[in-house]
């Protein structure tokens, strides 16, 4: 019985290997399919997610904390203070406030002016002006100044006649210590200068010696 046996199995001993084989990796598979999925990932991915969506919301909150009110007041249909940022311009202002009223002066108003926290807009009325404190500034290139400002800035390069000091005149053309003094000399006199061709007066500058200074004093 033990030969017929051993014979059996030298013969068809790869199906024996072969249903071993098969056994094996069915039970591989059946644990594999068995085994939870570990939560610990989703949790994480979750929570990245989570700190992603936060990041990307806290960005308008640091543009709202920039942001300032202006004052409306005038010839619009809803006069107040309304929210503007650094990008904000009239026209956007006074579409918030309803639009302008019907007797709302537009020839008198900058619609493309870029406005900041804490202005003051005024809207006039047709035939109305503008309030002084209200005026808008006017804008250069480097800054906004007012339109005295910028004559200020425009003088600041001239001498002064009835201040400059007699180093200070002998900088300009055809002026040497002699002729400064006797500029200093003439102010004092005559109380100052009144208008730069005062200047023609002292002793010594004619009109040739004046057109070729005239554009570089002041008084």
Known sequence: MWLEWWHWVKQYWYFLVIGLL???????????????????????TFANESVSVAATTSTPSVATNSAGFVDVKGAVKKPGIYQVNANTRLFDVVRLAGGLAADADQQQINLAQQLSDQQVVFIPKIGEEVPTQYAAPVATADTTTTTGSVSSDANSDLVNLNTATAEELQQLTGIGQKKAELIIQFRTEQGGFQQPEDLKKVSGIGDKTFESLKDSVTV
């Open 22 to 44: 098969a056994i094996s990796v069915s039970g591989v598979l059946f644990l594999l399919l068995r085994s939870p999925t570990p939560k610990a990932d989703v949790t994480d």
